[in-house]
């Protein structure tokens, strides 16, 4: 059976993914806009959730409400140690293993395909989705409005919902009931991935917040998708599988 781990505090404990992720076909390291060609939904219909009515507009430029955010990203970036920036760096292009802490150190290498390759399907969903609503708001992102905040390689993409924050809540619920006993330190996984992103000024707290939002909508919409119960389930049956080794 598999050995219930401890699990680290994803705060205070820099996660680097693995190599061996590299050759998985869909790649869970999303960042960014998707090229035409990527936008492909594997169970989410198009459109689906409609950010608009589900999201408020992020705060509006100039108002008290944006400065007092903006406020807190200062603080936050500005009390960011080089431990954090280096565990917010490695998460750029964060990926499942990024979750092995919380789910145990047998997260092995093609010891799960179906498992892997359902997940990035998941990703990749949540990734369109969450595109979609960046363009909706166009919200610029911190460090456009306040240059002193950029560093290393900035992204050209919008800022509100995060999509790190929305793609890292989308695959930790799944993974959550994937693995139940787990499931604890699975979720606080994946509100850190969202919150490290305050840390080096990429996102600003509301950014962080929606994401966790739509991105339960978005599991919700994909519980919806007969394809998506079916590729559950037999990633289910996969892990039982395993366990039984």
Same mark, same amino acid.
């Given at each position: 059976m598999f050995p219930v781990p401890s699990v680290? &505090? %994803?705060?205070?404990?820099?996660? +680097?993914?693995?190599?061996?992720?590299?050759? *998985?076909?869909?790649?869970?390291? *999303?960042?960014?806009? *998707?090229?035409? @060609?990527?936008?492909?939904?594997?169970? #989410?219909?198009?459109?689906? %959730?409609?950010?608009? *009515?589900? #999201?408020? %507009? %992020?705060?509006?430029s100039?108002?008290?409400?944006?400065?007092?955010?903006?406020a807190s990203v200062v603080a936050v970036s500005r009390?960011? &140690?080089?431990?954090?920036?280096?565990? @917010?760096?490695?998460?750029?292009?964060?990926?499942? /293993?990024t979750f092995g802490p919380a789910i145990g150190?047998?997260?092995?290498?093609?010891?799960?395909?179906?498992?892997?390759?359902?997940?990035?399907?998941?990703?990749?969903?949540?990734a369109i989705a969450t595109d979609s609503a960046k363009e909706l708001f166009q919200r610029p992102r911190p460090f456009t409005v306040d240059p002193s905040l950029a560093s290393g390689k900035l992204e050209k993409s919008f800022s509100y919902p995060s999509g790190h924050s929305t793609e890292g809540t989308v695959v930790a619920l799944v993974l959550a009931e994937l693995f139940p006993a787990q499931r604890d330190g699975i979720l606080a996984v994946g509100r850190g991935i969202g919150w490290h992103r305050v840390w080096i000024a990429r996102?600003?707290?509301t950014?962080?917040?929606?994401? +966790?939002?739509?991105?339960?909508?978005?599991? +919700? @919409? #994909?519980?919806?998708?007969? +394809?998506?119960?079916?590729?559950?389930?037999? /990633?289910?049956a996969e892990i039982a599988a395993a366990a039984k080794e």
């Open positions: 680290p &505090t %994803p705060a205070v404990q820099p996660r +680097r993914a693995p190599l061996w992720l590299a050759g *998985l076909i869909l790649s869970l390291a *999303l960042a960014g806009p *998707l090229s035409a @060609a990527e936008k492909v939904l594997s169970y #989410l219909k198009e459109g689906q %959730p409609d950010a608009a *009515l589900l #999201l408020p %507009p %992020p705060p509006a100039g108002s008290p409400e944006q400065a007092a955010d903006m009390a960011c &140690t080089t431990n954090e920036t280096e565990i @917010a760096a490695g998460e750029k292009k964060f990926s499942m /293993a150190a047998w997260w092995q290498a093609g010891k799960l395909p179906k498992t892997e390759a359902f997940l990035a399907r998941v990703q990749k969903d949540a996102h600003y707290p950014d962080i917040h929606a994401g +966790r939002v739509y991105a339960q909508a978005i599991v +919700r @919409a #994909l519980k919806a998708s007969d +394809r998506f119960r079916e590729d559950f389930a037999a /990633a289910k």
